[in-house]
């Protein structure tokens, strides 16, 4: 959830350099930032500050910079509020360290340090992570010993990234959180960090170190890293990958935020989507998973992912008859669920990185069970922890909440579908499902064009006092999905909730204050019509989403949004879920809250 990055090489402009880093992971937690660096009179320098990446900029503004080694952090914070103190890095004037994920033991480690007069500056688990390293290198340790035996410490999931002042070099070392480096070896530089994002365009090879490998950056030294074993000894236990991602991806362009100009996306990413799987680099995954005989299937994944798991389980049942489960990774792991060979274990996840997904994976794998991915980062711990994997191709997501990775998790689903019921090996199928991905492009395209309708129902809604998204069927989940958007951006209470439910509860809570929005999709049309008349016949206020023309529905609504759904079918979901994704974008906007970092969140969530 935090943004980690370190640099350290011959470059005098380290603290820019990861600076500028930290600005393209900000989106992963934005409740403090700060630096530790070593200055060019090898004096450790530490800045930090509550609130945005600015505020640490600003704090930084005429100082001197100059240093060929700095650590900095965005904190998502877990222990101890959003203070300065609690910001990291955390330093004493023998380290300073950054730590992404949880110290479960932290308490008991602070009382046993506090009992050999160890005084702490925050309310953190990470700081006893450093007075532990510290506590060992007072006993004379050498650097890298005391790291390994304060790391066979501390019990949870975390990464660290250390800054040792006194050779001026940089440590890091991970268990169960993403943490991966990269060489320049042109220029000499060495860096690691939380994201492969933040290494774009300074490294041409990164390396994934798996648990309990400490790394050791020596940029300008012949091996620009190193990595080691706990017990010292030299190790190869890392995956290394060309680097090839760009950066331009991170500019928000004519788009004054970035989840509109991803919403905006989605036509263009739905078109490749089936180029790129049935005739580009794609197909081999594809036809690996045509060869599935899946007796059931649990798909697993957490928030959006999980309701974009909810529409492929519908292929699936639907199109395949294969039985399947969506289980939200938080319970799944938690649970004992009967899982046997032949089953298979699907997990939908943008970042790949979600610390309950990969540990419902891990639950999958542990059973013997087959595990497939449906995730955006390629290389990402999921994608590395699968044993087959499809890509959904969305490119990097920014806005904090998930727009087109949903629409392309759905579709890839979709075409898995496709798979395992043999439709490869028929051209018709495949040019027949190529062309409903391209109207449903060009459906989504014409709204976009048309946005202003959703614009003008938001104003009119947006300061109600709840909102109720239902839907039966295939819209169910995308009743889910908008709810949760409307919720995360525009911070207003809203319920997503199976349109034929309401009457057995929360019908009480209908008055003149709230709204329905009322997905009305061509599947069960009519008992979807019937209870939104439950609704209006309680003076509720109805936003009907629903067939171009149908007078019956434009009657029975205050605000209409009319589509067309002709010729979409299964695909039809994906097309209302557009228009919610604007309602939830425009009332946000109306409100004035801060869309592509909504408060208390943050892009990837690698605590449990
Ligand atoms: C909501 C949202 C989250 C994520 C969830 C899983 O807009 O983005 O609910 O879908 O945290 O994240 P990934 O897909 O990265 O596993």
Redo the contacts with the bound molecule.
């Keep these: 959830m935090c943004g980690i990055v370190g640099y350290f090489g011959p470059s005098q402009n380290s603290v820019e350099i990861v600076l500028e880093g930290l600005k393209r992971l900000e989106y992963r937690g934005y409740d403090s930032a700060g630096v530790s660096f070593i200055d060019e009179h090898n004096v450790l320098q530490n800045y930090k500050k509550a609130g945005k990446l600015d505020n640490l900029k600003i704090e930084l503004k005429g100082k001197n910079l100059i240093a060929r080694a700095c650590i900095g952090h965005t904190r998502w914070a877990t222990h101890g509020g959003v203070t300065d103190e609690n910001a990291h890095p955390h330093h004493n004037d023998i380290l300073s360290i950054i730590h992404n994920g949880i110290i479960e033991n932290a308490n008991d480690l602070k009382k046993e340090l506090m009992s050999h007069g160890v005084k702490f500056k925050s309310e953190t688990d990470s700081e006893s992570f450093l007075e532990l390293v510290t506590f060992e290198l007072r006993k004379g340790k050498p650097i890298l010993e005391s790291i390994s035996d304060s790391f066979k410490r501390i019990r949870g999931n975390s990464a660290f990234v250390i800054l040792y002042p006194k050779t001026g070099e940089i440590f890091a070392i991970k268990r169960g959180a993403p943490l991966v480096c990269g060489i320049n070896d042109i220029t000499s530089e060495a860096l690691v960090s939380s994201d492969p994002y933040a290494l774009a365009g300074i490294v041409h090879k990164l390396y994934f170190p798996e648990d309990e490998v400490i790394v050791h950056l020596s940029g300008g030294n012949k091996n620009l890293v190193n990595f080691y074993e706990l017990d010292l000894t030299k190790t190869t236990r890392y995956l290394s990958k060309k680097q090839d991602m760009s950066v331009e991806v991170s500019e928000k362009g004519e788009y004054e935020h970035f989840m509109l100009k991803e919403i905006h996306e989605q036509p263009e990413l739905i078109r490749n989507l089936t180029q790129y799987y049935f005739a580009g680099e794609g197909r081999e995954a594809l036809e690996k998973v045509a060869l599935y005989k899946p007796n059931r299937i649990y798909l697993s994944?957490?928030?959006?992912?999980?309701?974009?798991g909810l529409v492929v389980r519908d292929y699936l049942e639907g199109i395949n008859r294969i039985p399947a489960n969506v289980e939200l990774?938080s319970e799944f792991r938690y649970r004992d669920p009967i899982l046997k060979t032949g089953d298979v274990g699907i997990f939908?996840?943008?970042?790949?990185?979600?610390a309950d997904?990969l540990a419902a994976q891990s639950l999958c794998k542990k059973a013997g069970v087959k595990t497939l991915s449906i995730?955006?980062?390629d290389g990402s711990t999921?994608f590395r922890d699968c044993d087959d994997n499809l890509l959904i191709r969305a490119g990097v997501?920014i806005?904090?909440?998930?727009?087109k990775?949903?629409t392309q998790?759905a579709l890839t689903g979709r075409l898995m579908s496709a798979a395992m019921a043999g439709d490869l090996k028929d051209e018709a199928k495949k040019v027949k499902l190529t062309g409903k991905f391209a109207l449903l492009a060009e459906r989504i395209d014409r709204l976009l064009v048309q946005s202003d309708i959703i614009k003008s129902v938001a104003e009119s809604i947006y300061n109600k006092k709840g909102f109720f998204y239902t839907g039966r069927g295939a819209y169910f989940p995308i009743a889910l999905?908008g709810a949760?958007?409307l919720k995360?951006?525009a911070y207003v209470h809203a319920e997503g909730y199976a349109a034929g439910e309401l009457k057995h509860g929360p019908i009480a809570l209908i008055d003149e204050e709230m709204v329905n929005i009322a997905l009305v999709g061509p599947e069960l049309f009519e008992k979807t019509v019937s209870n939104v008349q439950e609704i209006k016949a309680r003076k509720g206020i109805i936003v009907s989403i629903g067939p171009r023309n149908n007078e019956e529905l434009m009657d029975l609504s205050d605000y209409y949004i009319p589509l067309d759904f002709e010729g979409l079918e299964e695909l039809s979901p994906l097309y209302v879920n557009v228009v919610n994704q604007l309602l939830a974008y425009y009332m946000a906007k109306f409100k004035g809250t801060d869309i592509d970092k909504p408060r208390n969140?943050a892009?990837?969530?690698t605590v449990e």
């Design positions: 994944a957490c928030g959006t992912a999980a309701y974009a990774a939908v996840s943008q970042s790949g990185e979600t997904t995730v955006n980062v999921l997501e806005g904090v909440a998930s727009t990775a949903f998790q999905e949760l958007k995360e951006i969140l892009k990837s969530v």
